[in-house]
């Protein structure tokens, strides 16, 4: 799997969007993007992913370049829950079980 | 419907001594796992499995073994615990190879 960089750490402000930037250069044409968040020390929780195209749900949008070595997390409108460590992963498709490699992440802390 | 169920949730061992971390899912999953998150750090993968009856090896296995006799549980066991094996350990599992990894709420073990 590709290796992704994030920045260590950001501030965002209450009720504002949050843009979350991860480079994955490296990245393969069967590899997808996905993100995952760690609120405190819960077990991870899924936010979204994708492949080449921009994504949308309801927790997040997730903006792709058309090279696809980069990509851009947003959360619109960032409440004081949203703060976690965000966890940007590239994946292949065919990759044998459900493993992701995770690494440092982003630890966003939403302000009021 | 429980999702990923881990226990015990807090553990304390002595070096030397054997235990079982219990995994349970109720959402029909093929695909589980199991992780380690040592503090300050990201998830590391221990071990894999792709169905009833398969398992493999992760990135950090050794010290750890797995089974996997029906398609709900998932048992992590520590053969002789040792210090350096106090870590928080997740447990994930996706109904498909490229899907949502859904994680348990961690056991957090403490090796003397």
């Known amino acids: 799997d590709a290796k992704t960089t994030q920045p260590p750490s950001m501030d965002c402000a209450e009720g504002r969007a949050a843009n979350l930037p991860c480079n994955h250069s490296?990245?393969?044409?069967?590899?997808?993007v996905y993100w995952y968040r760690q609120i405190h020390s819960q077990g991870p929780q899924y936010i979204i992913h994708g492949l080449k195209n921009n994504e949308t749900n309801e927790m997040a949008s997730l903006i792709i370049t058309e090279d696809r070595k980069s990509s851009t997390l947003i959360l619109p409108h960032a409440t004081l829950r949203d703060t976690a460590v965000y966890y940007c992963?590239?994946?292949?498709?065919?990759?044998?079980?459900?493993?992701?490699?995770f690494g440092g992440g982003t630890r966003v802390l939403v302000k009021p | 419907n429980a999702g990923v169920t881990q226990t015990p949730k807090f553990q304390v061992l002595k070096t030397g001594q054997s235990m079982t971390l219990q995994c349970a899912q109720d959402m029909n999953h093929e695909y589980m796992s199991w992780y380690r998150q040592d503090p300050g750090m990201g998830l590391r993968l221990i071990h894999y499995s792709v169905g009833a009856g398969i398992t493999d090896q992760g990135e950090v296995p050794n010290g750890y073994n797995v089974s996997r006799s029906t398609t709900e549980d998932f048992p992590l066991r520590l053969l002789s615990a040792a210090p350096s094996q106090t870590s928080v350990y997740f447990c994930?599992?996706?109904?498909?190879?490229?899907?949502?990894?859904?994680f348990g709420e961690g056991s957090r073990l403490t090796v003397l």
């Open positions: 994930a599992s996706s109904y498909s190879v490229s899907g949502e990894l859904f």
């Open positions: 992963i590239v994946r292949s498709s065919k990759a044998a079980g459900n493993k992701l490699t």
């Open positions: 490296t990245i393969s044409g069967n590899e997808y």
